[in-house]
């Protein structure tokens, strides 16, 4: 977390319906959102969706880490 509220924050993907909880709620849907797999398939894509400013939804993620970037929402740094 930045002083002036950007957030950089992840984790390990450990559930396999897909929803991601944000550690910190962020202001807006307007933040980016990445998730990497720990298995070694070739061509496979995440679909990122369903954001709220505290989840997201990551088809076909069952295992690996993520990462989300953006502004937090007021009163949380």
């Known amino acids: 977390i930045y002083t ?27 933040y980016t959102c990445l998730c990497v797999t720990s298995y070694s398939r070739i061509n496979e894509t995440f679909h990122i969706k369903n954001k709220t400013t505290t989840t997201f939804y990551a088809q076909y993620a069952n295992g690996g880490t993520w990462f989300a970037c953006g502004q937090l929402a007021e009163g949380e740094y």
């Open 4 to 30: 002036d509220g950007w957030c950089e924050q992840g984790g390990g993907i450990s559930t396999d319906n897909g929803t991601i909880t944000l550690l910190k709620p962020f202001a807006d849907t307007n």
